[in-house]
């Protein structure tokens, strides 16, 4: 029997380290994939007058049938499927994992990718196959369907644009992966605003395949809103482990609101992808700097000569503070920089030189 409280703990979840989330007090934070843009003033003041009227003395609307309602219109989410939210895109992989948990199954996706994926899979006790990406972060499709064969995954997790690289993988090379998969696929395409790319329109085509989005991106990070999309009868299934009143008053209400006045929405994503255009050009001038294409918020580079980790903590002590990548393998010395204002951005570019150049 064991001994101490912590003994009750399963050994996997000991094993695990804590998501952990750098404090960004006074710095120029460019390390979470957020958009910098706050509200516009007149929105905000509008936004902040109707909150007025908000029942938070009332359970909020169990499915936030008005919310999705809004989500599948602005979101162009084809006719008849069905919708489930979550606090997050993190609630969403959660509910996945646990609407399909049993003794040997699996969850396959792609590494490097989004961490939540593996850790999720250990939190509900199903084994995690990390299928590795070609050193230029493509698809490696012949080691992908050697996996899909011998561990016949029940979801397959695939970023789109991915995380941390940035790019969008070969979308004929999803289809077959699509095709292929014996159990559900989940393209999660949080970064949809800044990609111009999408597997939305094909839902209708295949009943296995699931789109799961986040506000996050977009500019509402904290209001912890994912939608997932996708068949009507399985997504009926995936919301039965969806705990009750997961998406709260506020949340609803501020995000149908917002939606309501979504048009500077799309006018801070250009801003962004034109930032994100120019940070590449200037990155790709620096000595010893290797940049990968991005299609996200955020870019990834390798420092070919400077050491990463000097490099970031380099950064940090100027007052910038970005994501640390660097692990063995194909992120060996890599860091990742969000797009910020153009202020940031010019404040992360100095930064950099100076660090690279000390």
């Given at each position: 029997m064991p001994g101490k409280p912590?003994?009750?703990?399963?050994?996997?979840?000991?094993?695990?380290?804590?998501?952990?989330?750098?404090?960004?007090?006074?710095?120029?934070?460019?390390?979470?994939?957020e958009n910098p843009y706050r509200l516009p003033d007149e929105v905000l003041r509008q936004w902040q007058q109707d909150l007025l009227t908000a029942d938070l003395n009332r359970y909020p609307d169990p499915?936030?049938?008005?919310?999705?309602?809004k989500l599948k219109q602005i979101m162009q989410v084809p006719e008849g499927q069905g919708m489930v939210l979550g606090n997050g895109?993190?609630?969403?992989?959660?509910?996945?994992?646990?609407?399909?948990?049993?003794?040997?199954?699996?969850?396959?996706?792609?590494?490097?990718?989004f961490?939540?994926?593996?850790?999720?899979?250990?939190?509900?006790?199903?084994?995690?196959?990390?299928?590795?990406?070609?050193?230029?972060?493509?698809?490696?499709?012949?080691?992908?369907?050697?996996?899909?064969?011998?561990?016949?995954?029940?979801?397959?997790?695939i970023a789109y644009p991915n995380n941390p690289t940035g790019n969008l993988f070969d979308a004929d090379a999803i289809g077959e992966i699509i095709r292929m998969?014996?159990?559900?696929?989940?393209?999660?395409?949080?970064?949809?605003?800044?990609?111009?790319?999408?597997?939305?329109?094909?839902?209708a085509e295949y009943g296995h395949l699931l789109v799961m989005r986040t506000v996050s991106k977009m500019g509402l990070a904290g209001l912890r809103l994912g939608y997932l999309c996708g068949d009507a009868e399985l997504i009926n299934e995936v919301n039965k482990v969806r705990l009750p009143y997961n998406i709260n008053v506020l949340t609803q209400y501020s995000a149908r609101f917002i939606l309501d006045n979504a048009g500077f929405l799309d006018g801070q994503a250009e801003m962004i992808r034109s930032d994100r255009d120019k940070m590449l050009k200037h990155?790709?001038?620096?000595?010893?700097?290797?940049?990968?294409?991005?299609?996200?918020?955020?870019?990834?580079?390798r420092l070919k000569h400077a050491d990463a980790d000097k490099v970031f903590d380099s950064l940090h002590?100027?007052?910038?503070?970005?994501?640390?990548?660097?692990?063995?393998?194909?992120?060996?010395?890599?860091?990742?920089?969000?797009?910020?204002t153009s202020e940031e951005n010019h404040a992360f570019l100095f930064a950099l030189e100076q660090a690279l150049n000390s």
């Open positions: 912590i003994d009750w703990i399963r050994p996997e979840i000991r094993e695990l380290s804590a998501y952990h989330v750098a404090d960004a007090t006074g710095m120029v934070k460019l390390d979470a994939m499915q936030a049938g008005a919310l999705q309602q895109s993190d609630e969403l992989i959660q509910m996945l994992a646990l609407a399909v948990a049993a003794p040997g199954r699996c969850i396959l996706s792609f590494e490097p990718g961490v939540m994926y593996s850790m999720i899979s250990r939190f509900t006790g199903m084994n995690y196959i990390g299928v590795p990406l070609a050193d230029d972060f493509t698809l490696d499709m012949d080691k992908t369907r050697e996996a899909i064969e011998q561990n016949q995954p029940a979801i397959i997790f998969a014996p159990g559900l696929v989940v393209i999660d395409e949080a970064y949809h605003p800044f990609a111009f790319a999408s597997f939305m329109p094909t839902l990155m790709t001038l620096l000595d010893g700097v290797e940049v990968f294409p991005s299609q996200a918020n955020f870019i990834l580079f002590d100027q007052g910038v503070l970005i994501k640390n990548m660097n692990s063995p393998g194909v992120l060996h010395n890599c860091l990742r920089v969000t797009v910020g």
